[in-house]
């Protein structure tokens, strides 16, 4: 008579994949650097946004497929970082008033730069078109150009001061702080840099202005947010 030998149950070993979070970072990464990869060749962004409205609308209206995409990768980059801060404050367990005030900051900071972003999809080509429109006077010329002015002066304002500048800047600030108290020093001080560097573009509001230091507060913060992706993901 023999006796059955008894199997070891084989039990699935279950992988993960990449975390939402770890996803939104790339997402938003991916649709920043689509963005420059697209408009800078086109219309010369970011620096055409100081050029005057005979220079940047005929470039508007040349390039119109290329600008709708662009400033379309753009509006989602800004809108992810809407859900990532949410999210984010899961991955880094930012518990009570930090975790409230992370999710805040964040969700600020994707709304202002959202909303300053729209006006190259829905306001501008039209503007553009009007301006450029041969049986345009010059005094209707110029009245559109006084409206181009104040609607960049006003959303351009919320978009990059308050959303880039000061929620973002702070924002990275509370993520920095908690990396640093949960060991991840070297992400956490790199992020001290990128978010000193976010702030340091709101010294525009006294005429302080410098275009390298606004390039580069964006490329470190990007690469930043990279690192950031990584990081959770090895550790999900």
């Known amino acids: 008579m023999t006796t059955a030998t008894p199997t070891a149950s084989i039990v699935p070993v279950r992988r993960k994949g990449i975390p939402g979070t770890s996803l939104l970072l790339l997402l938003q990464f991916a649709t920043m650097w689509g963005a420059f990869f697209?408009?800078?060749?086109?219309?010369?962004?970011?620096?055409?946004?100081?050029?005057?409205?005979?220079?940047?609308?005929?470039?508007?209206?040349?390039?119109?497929?290329?600008?709708?995409?662009?400033?379309?990768?753009?509006?989602?980059?800004?809108?992810?970082?809407?859900?990532?801060?949410?999210?984010?404050?899961?991955?880094?367990?930012?518990?009570?008033?930090?975790?409230?005030?992370?999710?805040?900051?964040?969700?600020?900071?994707?709304?202002?730069?959202?909303?300053?972003?729209?006006?190259?999809?829905?306001?501008?080509?039209?503007?553009?078109?009007?301006?450029?429109?041969?049986?345009?006077?010059?005094?209707?010329?110029?009245?559109?150009?006084?409206?181009y002015e104040a609607f960049n002066a006003y959303a351009g304002g919320i978009g990059e001061l308050l959303g880039v500048g000061l929620f973002a800047g702070v924002w990275t600030i509370v993520i920095s702080a908690t990396l640093v108290r949960n060991g991840d020093r070297l992400l956490g001080y790199a992020g001290y840099g990128a978010a000193a560097l976010l702030l340091s573009t709101l010294l525009s509001v006294v005429g302080i202005e410098s275009p390298l230091m606004l390039t580069l507060s964006g490329i470190l913060w990007q690469f930043w947010t990279l690192a950031l992706a990584i990081v959770i993901w090895r550790k999900a």
């Open 38 to 147: 697209i408009l800078a060749p086109t219309i010369n962004w970011p620096a055409s946004l100081g050029e005057p409205p005979s220079v940047i609308f005929p470039l508007i209206l040349d390039q119109s497929v290329a600008v709708f995409a662009g400033y379309l990768s753009y509006l989602v980059h800004a809108l992810a970082l809407i859900p990532l801060a949410i999210l984010l404050r899961d991955s880094l367990k930012l518990d009570g008033a930090v975790g409230a005030i992370a999710v805040m900051l964040g969700v600020l900071a994707g709304f202002a730069k959202a909303l300053g972003i729209t006006r190259w999809l829905f306001l501008m080509p039209g503007l553009a078109a009007a301006y450029t429109d041969p049986a345009a006077t010059a005094a209707e010329q110029a009245a559109i150009s006084a409206i």
